[in-house]
């Protein structure tokens, strides 16, 4: 029985034996196999590609960073160690297979960007329903001005009377009465009141007995004997047609009937003819030179009226000025006017025929135009809007010498009482 049980316990070891040495053996011979498989793999790809096998190459990848730049990353392959036999004394001899860890990945430190300083936040106040200008802007109000009214140009007869009136005869036509009596004051005042009712703008004189002087109002009592009517044929606004020429000769002949006296009138026809001729003449020299002052940002009236008295202006209104003192309106020449629609400008125009040539007119304008320019921060421009430089100056002084001899031609001097009282403005 013992016999028996040892003799299994051999033979059981020994089929344990041999088959712990046939798996030895098909572990071997499976090794060797891979081995060459890999071999022959790797010359069969070197001969097809003409290449060395891309297991022991370097492939590099392309990553595109934040910041725009192209790093290169490295993948390390995987190495395959080929292993031996092992020794007798160890059970079990296996493969190692060693994985390279890849390199890590560096990135670029990012780009500092710079950072805008964070205003604190103001409480923004409720709208307030206020009075707004129409240039956008919340300009005071200017004070209201008195508008200055130009006085007629006309001549002046002082309290005392004169010896002879005056009168021009290019420019004016005289209606004159003659009575064979002396009559009293209340009855002068009462056709000069006549004469007046015509709406012909007449300057009406009368003809003492006692001193032989012409007076414009009758004060006290005294005796009178002629009464003359004087009217301008034309000027700036206005030219006598034939229905005022008629208008005057019937009022003369209806003074004269009362007063019993007789009448000398010019003829109307004669009277519209030199009344058209004069009329021409006037619209042909009405020139008046006009330059803007251009400012980037709008202007307040206040700013220029500040700026204009500096600059010797008179306020005439809110938006015109005159250069010079209230008691010089009548010989003003030079106008300062604010655009109401647009108070980026301003225009500074020159009445040239009221100008003396003597009195170097350009000169005080361009004066005048370089203090406002320098105040206000401006600039001098012509009427295409083109600023003014020296060529542009030359030329304007040339045509305005000939503008002025052309007027002495016509008989009527720049700047003399006929031209002023010609293109006096209202």
Same mark, same amino acid.
């Given at each position: 029985?013992?016999?028996?049980?040892?003799?299994?316990? !051999?033979?059981? &070891?020994? !089929?344990?034996?041999?088959?712990?040495?046939?798996?030895?053996?098909? %572990?071997?011979?499976?090794?060797?196999?891979?081995?060459?498989?890999?071999?022959?793999?790797?010359?069969?790809?070197? @001969?097809? &590609?003409?290449?060395?096998?891309?297991?022991?190459?370097?492939?590099?990848?392309?990553?595109?960073?934040?910041?725009?730049?192209?790093?290169?990353?490295?993948?390390?392959?995987?190495?395959?160690?080929?292993?031996?036999?092992?020794?007798?004394?160890?059970?079990?001899?296996?493969? +190692?297979? +060693? !994985?390279?860890?890849?390199?890590?990945?560096?990135?670029?430190?990012?780009?500092?960007?710079?950072?805008?300083?964070? &205003?604190?936040?103001?409480?923004?106040?409720?709208? @307030?329903?206020?009075?707004?200008?129409?240039?956008?802007?919340? $300009?005071?109000?200017?004070?209201?001005?008195?508008?200055?009214?130009?006085?007629?140009? /006309?001549?002046? #007869?002082?309290?005392?009377?004169?010896?002879?009136?005056?009168?021009?005869?290019?420019?004016?036509?005289?209606?004159?009465?003659?009575?064979?009596?002396?009559?009293?004051?209340?009855?002068?005042?009462?056709?000069?009141?006549?004469?007046?009712?015509?709406?012909?703008?007449?300057? /009406?004189?009368?003809?003492?007995?006692?001193?032989?002087?012409?007076?414009? #109002? /009758?004060?006290? *009592?005294?005796?009178?004997?002629?009464?003359?009517?004087?009217?301008?044929?034309? =000027?700036?606004?206005?030219?006598?047609? *034939?229905?005022?020429?008629?208008?005057?000769?019937?009022?003369?002949?209806?003074?004269?009937?009362?007063? *019993?006296?007789?009448?000398?009138?010019?003829?109307?026809?004669?009277?519209?003819?030199?009344?058209?001729?004069?009329?021409?003449? !006037?619209?042909?020299?009405? #020139?008046?030179?006009?330059?803007?002052?251009?400012?980037?940002?709008?202007?307040?009236?206040?700013?220029? %009226?500040?700026? %204009?008295?500096?600059?010797?202006?008179?306020?005439? =209104?809110?938006?015109?000025?005159?250069?010079?003192?209230?008691?010089?309106?009548?010989?003003?020449?030079?106008?300062?006017?604010?655009?109401?629609? $647009?108070?980026?400008?301003?225009?500074?125009?020159? $009445?040239?025929?009221?100008?003396?040539?003597?009195?170097?007119?350009?000169?005080?304008?361009?004066?005048?135009?370089?203090?406002?320019?320098?105040?206000?921060?401006?600039?001098?421009?012509?009427?295409?809007?083109?600023?003014?430089?020296?060529?542009?100056?030359?030329?304007?002084?040339?045509?305005?010498?000939?503008?002025?001899?052309?007027?002495?031609? %016509?008989?009527?001097?720049?700047?003399?009482?006929?031209?002023?009282?010609?293109? &006096?403005?209202?």
């Amino acid at each position: 029985m013992n016999e028996t049980v040892l003799f299994l316990i !051999i033979g059981a &070891a020994v !089929i344990l034996v041999g088959l712990f040495l046939w798996s030895r053996m098909e %572990a071997k011979k499976d090794g060797d196999g891979r081995v060459e498989l890999l071999n022959e793999s790797k010359k069969m790809y070197e @001969k097809m &590609a003409g290449i060395k096998s891309p297991i022991h190459e370097r492939s590099r990848v392309s990553l595109v960073n934040m910041a725009g730049s192209i790093e290169e990353k490295t993948e390390e392959p995987f190495v395959v160690e080929e292993v031996g036999e092992a020794p007798a004394e160890q059970n079990v001899a296996a493969q +190692t297979v +060693t !994985i390279a860890e890849p390199a890590p990945q560096i990135k670029p430190d990012p780009i500092p960007q710079p950072v805008a300083p964070v &205003a604190p936040v103001q409480p923004v106040p409720e709208p @307030k329903q206020e009075r707004l200008d129409f240039v956008g802007r919340n $300009d005071p109000e200017p004070e209201p001005v008195a508008e200055v009214q130009p006085e007629p140009i /006309i001549p002046v #007869v002082p309290k005392e009377g004169v010896l002879h009136f005056r009168f021009d005869p290019l420019t004016e036509t005289v209606a004159t009465i003659q009575a064979s009596r002396p009559f009293k004051s209340d009855r002068c005042r009462e056709m000069m009141v006549l004469l007046t009712k015509t709406g012909l703008g007449l300057r /009406i004189y009368a003809k003492r007995s006692d001193n032989k002087r012409w007076y414009e #109002v /009758i004060v006290g *009592e005294h005796q009178y004997t002629e009464i003359s009517a004087v009217m301008l044929l034309a =000027n700036r606004s206005m030219c006598v047609s *034939e229905m005022d020429a008629s208008r005057l000769a019937m009022a003369v002949q209806q003074v004269a009937i009362a007063l *019993e006296a007789d009448c000398e009138t010019e003829a109307a026809q004669d009277i519209v003819v030199r009344a058209r001729r004069l009329f021409e003449a !006037i619209r042909s020299f009405d #020139v008046q030179l006009s330059f803007t002052l251009a400012s980037s940002q709008p202007l307040s009236p206040v700013t220029v %009226a500040e700026a %204009a008295r500096l600059a010797g202006f008179t306020q005439l =209104n809110a938006m015109r000025y005159f250069y010079g003192t209230v008691k010089h309106l009548g010989d003003a020449t030079l106008y300062l006017t604010q655009d109401e629609t $647009d108070r980026h400008y301003l225009m500074l125009s020159l $009445d040239a025929p009221l100008m003396n040539p003597g009195n170097r007119p350009l000169h005080q304008l361009f004066s005048v135009a370089n203090d406002l320019s320098a105040r206000l921060g401006l600039q001098l421009q012509d009427s295409r809007g083109m600023p003014i430089n020296t060529e542009a100056v030359q030329s304007i002084n040339k045509q305005l010498q000939s503008y002025y001899d052309q007027m002495k031609q %016509a008989n009527i001097e720049p700047g003399s009482p006929r031209a002023r009282l010609l293109f &006096a403005r209202d």
